[in-house]
Structures are given as structure tokens and as C-alpha cells.
């Protein structure tokens, strides 16, 4: 049995690399291990922080590390909050209230949800992908599923926030869903 060890301690993320790989067969999906010391994510790009991210902890595990980095980029906040999503506010609730705050008052709407994913082995890069899913910031939080910027992420395709979405159709349309869908086939070749 081969093992994939996704390399963070946000259930919502490991949640959703399960749902989605659940009927890979020969591969085991675990979370990252109790007393890893943390790394720093001071990469400029989402590439580039799970680069960082997958080579530390696959050090540190059995098999192969999958680590991300994601965030939302808002066109008229200059793509922010971007890489830096996680330093904007302590909680889920503190970060959509920031970017909704900054929003006021700003016709275009536009963000992007991007989503980097990098798997490593003993320290050294094996495959990376990169996915976006573009929409649009609601005036308000909408829905109760998913995490993070999900309540506040509308997808014009669809008429519903990702928030509003079941977790297998969040998995079909979201950035992490599409960057899953070429794990999926890279575990299937490895």
C-alpha cells in the first residue's frame, strides 16, 4: 500500500484531498504526523510556499507529502489578500470580514481562487500542479459548507457560492477540486 501524507493540519483540506481520492486504489491517505516543527511560508508565490512546505515535511514522513499553498486574489484589492491570505485575520470569520470590508464601495468584483499543489519525496520535488477558478466576492456571506473564503466566493456558472456547494461539487469546481482531479492521475501513474 503506497501512502500520501497531506502535509497540514486543516481538516477542511485534508477532508477534501480524501473525499476525493477515496476510491484511488493501493493508496493510503493520512494526515501530517503530531510534533513535525512548522515552516515558515515565506515564498511570493502559491508554487513556491508548497514547494517549501511538501520538501520539509516529506523529510519527515514515510511515502510521498502532498502540501498546498491556495488563496484568493481580488482583482481591485490588487490581488490581495493572495499568498498572504492565511495572515489576514486570526479566524475564517475575521478574514471574510476584511476582504468584504475592503470591497465596499468597489464595482468590479472579480477574484480568483488559486490553488498550488506540490508532492515530495525524501526532500525532493516529484510533481506539481497549479488551478484557479474564477468568480466573483458577494456582498455578504452565503452558505454554511466548506471553509475559509468559500461564503463569500460566488461561481457565476453555478449561481451559488462555493459555500453553497455539497463537498462533491465543491471537489468538481473549485480550484483544490481541479488541482485533485491531476493528483488523481499522477498517483494513478506512480
Not at 501512502?3 to 484531498?17: D, F, P, Q, R
Request: aromatic share 8%; with cysteine.
Amino acid at each position: 500500500m503506497n501512502k500520501l501524507t497531506v502535509a497540514t493540519t486543516n481538516a477542511g483540506k485534508i477532508h477534501e484531498v480524501r473525499l476525493a481520492l477515496q476510491e484511488l486504489p493501493g493508496w493510503t491517505i493520512e494526515p501530517l504526523p503530531a510534533g513535525i516543527p512548522e515552516i515558515e511560508e515565506s515564498g511570493v508565490t502559491f508554487i513556491e510556499n508548497a514547494t517549501l512546505k511538501a520538501t520539509h515535511y516529506s523529510r519527515h514522513v514515510d511515502g510521498l507529502a502532498l502540501a498546498d499553498d491556495s488563496g484568493l486574489c481580488v482583482k481591485s484589492l490588487g490581488n490581495l489578500p493572495g499568498v498572504w491570505t492565511a495572515r489576514y485575520g486570526t479566524t475564517q470569520e475575521s478574514r471574510n470580514q476584511w476582504v468584504l470590508n475592503e470591497m465596499q464601495g468597489k464595482p468590479n468584483r472579480d477574484a480568483a481562487f488559486q490553488c498550488a499543489f506540490v508532492v515530495a519525496q525524501s526532500g525532493s520535488v516529484v510533481w506539481t500542479t497549479e488551478a484557479s477558478l474564477a468568480g466573483q466576492i458577494t456582498r455578504e456571506p452565503i452558505g454554511d459548507s466548506g471553509f475559509g473564503f468559500d461564503p463569500i466566493f460566488f461561481v457565476p456558472e453555478l449561481q451559488k457560492t462555493l459555500a453553497q456547494l455539497t463537498s462533491e461539487e465543491k471537489n468538481l469546481w473549485s480550484a483544490r477540486g481541479k488541482a485533485l482531479t491531476e493528483l488523481k492521475l499522477f498517483l494513478r501513474m506512480a
